[in-house]
């Protein structure tokens, strides 16, 4: 406890009094500001402005145009590019011989570790989005697997000289681990005309 002037301050007078000061100075601050601030919004052209803002956006429109015709071959080649290189692993026609066969095996067993390990780490989330989310991501890495290897397995069969339809063989349990061993060791053309 102080005396101020004559009155008998506590110090939580004292600091509320402090308070209410720095207040009232930073309302006044803020007051003076703001005053400027609309003299400073009166003064501005509006004609000036609305026209400095349209030959802005012509300025980016014509930009955007620019950028567009520079880059959109480039960009459509490279799509084109990418749709040449991945389109044959999803296609049921043409044959694979047996390295190309095991690589696109391996490539699809990692791609779904990947996807799985996303999935794992979406799936412990709280966040009932994210958990969604990771379930699709599983549903849709297991269909694009399971497309890549049978396509694969089908082009294989050809190649080995037997009929597409032993791809069916991979579905069956007990079977598919024989017509895999078959698929992995079987050379090309091994069976061919023999009416497999």
Request: aromatic share 10%.
């Amino acid at each position: 406890m102080f005396s101020v002037f004559g009155y008998s301050l506590t110090v939580e007078d004292f600091v509320l009094i402090w308070f209410l000061l720095v207040m009232a100075i930073l309302g006044w601050v803020l007051i003076r500001g703001l005053l400027r601030l609309t003299r400073q919004v009166r003064q501005i052209d509006r004609r000036k402005l609305v026209a400095d803002v349209s030959a802005a956006v012509s300025n980016a429109a014509t930009s955007a145009e620019a950028a567009k015709s520079r880059y959109e071959p480039g960009i459509s080649d490279g799509i084109a590019a990418i749709r040449t290189r991945i389109a044959p692993h999803f296609a049921f026609t043409g044959r694979v011989a047996r390295r190309q066969y095991l690589l696109t095996q391996v490539t699809s067993g990692l791609g779904l570790g990947v996807a799985l390990v996303v999935a794992e780490g979406l799936l412990d989330s709280r966040d009932l989005l994210f958990q969604s989310f990771g379930i699709v991501l599983v549903l849709v890495a297991l269909g694009l697997v399971m497309w890549v290897v049978l396509a694969a397995s089908a082009k294989r069969m050809r190649d080995t000289g037997v009929t597409d339809w032993w791809v069916l063989a991979l579905l069956v349990p007990a079977l598919n681990l024989a017509a895999y061993a078959f698929l992995f060791l079987v050379p090309t053309d091994e069976f061919e005309g023999r009416g497999l």
